[in-house]
């Protein structure tokens, strides 16, 4: 199956996460709104991520992260 990135910014109570969620390239599920309304997933693969606090703005990378939904 061909992949490709899509770049989003995730935020959470307390974060805000940077970085690519890998989508079909086409077909069922290509769309963002379409992967992340799927209901067998409970957590959102993302690679190359900043995660940055909303109240110190101190950042961090990370090559990998699973976010729950």
Do not use: W
Not at 31 to 41: H, I, K
Request: charged share 30%; aromatic share 8%.
């Amino acid at each position: 199956m061909d992949l490709r990135k899509q770049q989003v910014i995730v935020e959470i109570e307390r974060y805000r996460i940077e970085g690519a969620l890998h989508l079909p390239a086409e077909g069922y599920r290509s769309r963002l709104s379409d992967y992340m309304n799927q209901r067998e997933a409970e957590f959102l693969p993302m690679t190359d991520c900043t995660i940055t606090t909303l109240e110190t703005e101190q950042a961090r990378t990370v090559p990998f992260l699973l976010v729950a939904r």
